[in-house]
């Protein structure tokens, strides 16, 4: 399939008018053809339109016929083959294993959703039969059931050009629910996401569904993702990226006519807790897991552990020696973008620069471009409570190790953190009362609790939660990844006394759903 640099707005190929887009191989700095340009609002409306004029029937749509239409996508996206996972490769820097991983995630994900359509569960529909004869008052016939929001507008995200970009979980689970998606691809990778829009453009043709179902745009600066914010059509946003990012669509969306929800995806830096039993039986371990967890990918995950806990002693001696000896033996790694690896040098230097920090070791340097020189820090629990800036996310290979005078600190500056995807916690059974004091407070601040792990690699599954409190995510009641991520995009209906022909199928009582229903508080299926 050729890339032609082309916007894909329903079935048609549009090339936009707007501003130059081209994509640059982050490992040479070599510019990659073809040229794209931008949007602009008259586009935005097009989309949306359509993407309007689709959901009322895609909403609709039987499950079977939704489930295979998700199940086509990720069929198209694994026919597209070595062209996508080059081109992939060439825009991000990444390495091909983690691009062909990737796919495969992506593809499982549109997989996953389609059980979850077949399955039903998600409507959670529940039916209250009439009690005519219930004294003093009677009980009318009350049914309800989850429908789709509305047309949604997902960003693409830079450090996952497929598995949070245009075929990605925000789209999928849109999808799933019964919303036409529009998405803004991201700049870095404009060829991957015209492969990937393409491949479910031709799904959408393949099933027979309204072409409204999915568009894909591109925008040079920031009018496109806000005109797409702010269009009264669109009903929901799925966004990943910076913290500046996602608060400046949050507040676009509540300052409409119609506020809208945005589920964004923006900031977090991972508290890991090393504890003192833990640390004394297998320290050196502990401290090679962790540095294998904080290079992976050049530190570029949302889940990167990038502050560590620690009872000061010999052991937290010893953990950094071990961590700080490996962490210097390693070489750079190719970071996204150029753009991507200035912040994080900033970032590095202000950690560099502060007099509250100590470096503890940096990895070897190189004079390639956009390389990660990857770094570890330390400061003391004091120190980090008084300097806010000490709390900022560096982006990259960089972790700050906070000294504590016992385990009774780790609730204090736990208190003191903002809101996290994950916190995690190395212990062993001599530790576990001071983590049963410790678990409320991290309950209250993060989305996800490891023990014995390390926070990079988020299962796609029924149990998983990827979000968390502000500024980790916009709405902590929610998850971008898991089966559970596809209640961002429906609410309840529910329906008085409508008559079994006017009913929908999920509330018939003769269910032709087959799905598991609550009647009269009791369990059905």
Same mark, same amino acid.
């Given at each position: 399939?050729?890339?032609?640099?082309?916007?894909?707005?329903?079935?048609?190929? %549009?090339?936009?008018?707007?501003?130059?887009?081209?994509?640059?191989?982050?490992?040479?700095?070599?510019?990659?053809?073809?040229?794209?340009?931008?949007?602009?609002?008259?586009?935005?409306?097009?989309?949306? !339109? *359509?993407?309007?004029?689709?959901?009322?029937?895609?909403?609709?749509?039987?499950? !079977? %016929?939704?489930?295979?239409?998700?199940?086509?996508?990720?069929?198209?996206?694994?026919?597209?083959?070595?062209?996508?996972?080059?081109?992939?490769?060439?825009?991000?820097?990444?390495?091909?294993?983690?691009?062909?991983?990737?796919?495969?995630?992506?593809?499982? +994900?549109?997989?996953?959703?389609?059980?979850? %359509?077949?399955?039903?569960?998600?409507?959670?529909?529940?039916?209250?039969?009439?009690?005519?004869?219930?004294?003093?008052?009677?009980?009318?016939?009350?049914?309800?059931?989850?429908?789709?929001?509305?047309?949604?507008?997902?960003?693409?995200?830079?450090?996952?050009?497929?598995?949070?970009?245009?075929?990605?979980?925000?789209?999928?689970?849109?999808?799933?629910?019964?919303?036409?998606?529009?998405?803004?691809?991201?700049?870095?990778?404009?060829?991957?996401?015209?492969?990937?829009?393409?491949?479910?453009?031709?799904?959408?043709?393949?099933?027979?569904?309204?072409?409204?179902?999915?568009?894909?745009?591109?925008?040079?600066?920031?009018?496109?993702? =806000?005109?797409?914010?702010?269009?009264?059509?669109?009903?929901?946003?799925?966004?990943?990226?910076?913290?500046?990012?996602?608060?400046?669509?949050?507040?676009?969306?509540?300052?409409?006519?119609?506020?809208?929800?945005?589920?964004?995806?923006?900031?977090?830096?991972?508290?890991?807790?090393?504890?003192?039993?833990?640390?004394?039986?297998?320290?050196?371990?502990?401290?090679?897991?962790?540095?294998?967890?904080?290079?992976?990918?050049?530190? +570029?995950?949302?889940?990167?552990?990038?502050?560590?806990?620690?009872?000061?002693?010999?052991?937290?001696?010893?953990? *950094?020696?071990?961590?700080?000896?490996?962490?210097?033996?390693?070489?750079?790694?190719?970071?996204?973008?150029?753009?991507?690896?200035?912040?994080?040098?900033?970032?590095?230097? =202000?950690?560099?620069?502060?007099?509250?920090?100590?470096?503890?070791?940096?990895?070897?340097?190189?004079? +390639?471009?956009? +390389?990660? =020189?990857?770094?570890?820090?330390?400061?003391?629990?004091?120190?980090?409570?008084?300097?806010?800036?000490?709390?900022? !996310?560096?982006?990259?290979?960089?972790?700050?190790?906070?000294?504590?005078?016992?385990?009774?600190?780790?609730?204090?500056?736990?208190?003191?953190?903002?809101?996290?995807?994950?916190?995690?916690?190395?212990?062993?059974?001599?530790?576990?009362?001071?983590?049963?004091?410790?678990?409320?407070?991290?309950?209250?601040?993060?989305?996800?609790?490891?023990?014995?792990?390390?926070?990079?690699?988020?299962?796609?599954?029924?149990?998983? %939660?990827?979000?968390?409190?502000?500024?980790?995510?916009?709405?902590?009641?929610?998850?971008?990844?898991?089966?559970?991520?596809?209640?961002?995009?429906?609410?309840?209906?529910?329906?008085?006394?409508?008559?079994?022909?006017?009913?929908?199928?999920?509330?018939?009582?003769?269910?032709?759903?087959?799905?598991?229903?609550?009647?009269?508080?009791?369990? =059905?299926?």
């Amino acid at each position: 399939m050729t890339i032609l640099g082309e916007m894909l707005i329903g079935a048609r190929a %549009v090339k936009g008018t707007n501003g130059p887009i081209q994509a640059i191989n982050p490992a040479t700095n070599e510019a990659l053809e073809p040229v794209f340009a931008g949007g602009t609002e008259a586009d935005v409306g097009s989309a949306a !339109e *359509l993407a309007w004029k689709a959901f009322a029937g895609y909403r609709e749509t039987a499950p !079977e %016929v939704r489930a295979r239409f998700l199940e086509a996508c990720a069929d198209a996206i694994q026919a597209l083959g070595d062209e996508l996972i080059e081109r992939a490769v060439a825009e991000s820097g990444l390495p091909r294993a983690r691009i062909e991983g990737e796919r495969g995630r992506t593809m499982g +994900q549109l997989r996953l959703f389609a059980q979850v %359509v077949r399955a039903g569960n998600y409507l959670d529909a529940r039916i209250d039969p009439a009690m005519p004869d219930r004294q003093p008052v009677p009980r009318a016939d009350l049914r309800m059931r989850n429908i789709a929001l509305g047309p949604v507008a997902v960003f693409g995200a830079s450090n996952f050009p497929l598995a949070f970009s245009v075929a990605g979980g925000d789209t999928a689970s849109a999808l799933a629910a019964g919303c036409p998606v529009i998405v803004k691809a991201h700049s870095a990778h404009p060829g991957t996401s015209e492969l990937v829009g393409r491949a479910i453009q031709k799904a959408v043709a393949d099933c027979g569904l309204h072409e409204g179902v999915f568009s894909l745009l591109f925008g040079a600066g920031n009018g496109v993702g =806000q005109a797409l914010v702010a269009h009264p059509r669109i009903k929901a946003v799925g966004f990943t990226g910076s913290r500046a990012g996602g608060t400046a669509l949050v507040n676009i969306a509540a300052n409409r006519p119609e506020p809208i929800p945005v589920y964004a995806e923006m900031s977090s830096i991972n508290p890991v807790f090393l504890m003192p039993e833990a640390m004394k039986a297998r320290g050196d371990a502990i401290a090679e897991g962790f540095v294998g967890s904080l290079l992976m990918g050049a530190g +570029q995950f949302c889940t990167n552990p990038g502050l560590v806990f620690a009872v000061e002693g010999d052991d937290l001696d010893r953990f *950094l020696e071990v961590a700080g000896s490996k962490l210097s033996e390693t070489g750079t790694q190719t970071m996204l973008t150029p753009g991507i690896h200035d912040a994080y040098n900033r970032g590095v230097d =202000q950690l560099e620069g502060n007099s509250r920090v100590r470096e503890v070791s940096r990895g070897q340097g190189s004079d +390639q471009p956009n +390389q990660c =020189q990857a770094g570890l820090f330390v400061t003391t629990a004091d120190d980090f409570i008084a300097d806010e800036s000490l709390s900022a !996310e560096v982006f990259g290979s960089s972790s700050l190790v906070v000294t504590c005078k016992s385990v009774d600190d780790f609730a204090r500056v736990a208190e003191h953190l903002e809101g996290q995807l994950t916190a995690t916690l190395q212990l062993d059974e001599g530790d576990h009362q001071a983590a049963r004091n410790l678990l409320p407070v991290l309950e209250t601040k993060a989305g996800r609790i490891l023990c014995n792990g390390y926070p990079t690699g988020v299962e796609v599954c029924h149990s998983m %939660v990827h979000g968390g409190p502000y500024p980790a995510t916009s709405d902590s009641r929610t998850t971008s990844v898991g089966s559970a991520a596809i209640l961002r995009f429906i609410r309840p209906v529910c329906y008085q006394d409508l008559p079994q022909a006017l009913m929908p199928d999920a509330l018939k009582d003769a269910n032709p759903l087959s799905i598991r229903r609550l009647v009269d508080g009791q369990d =059905q299926r």
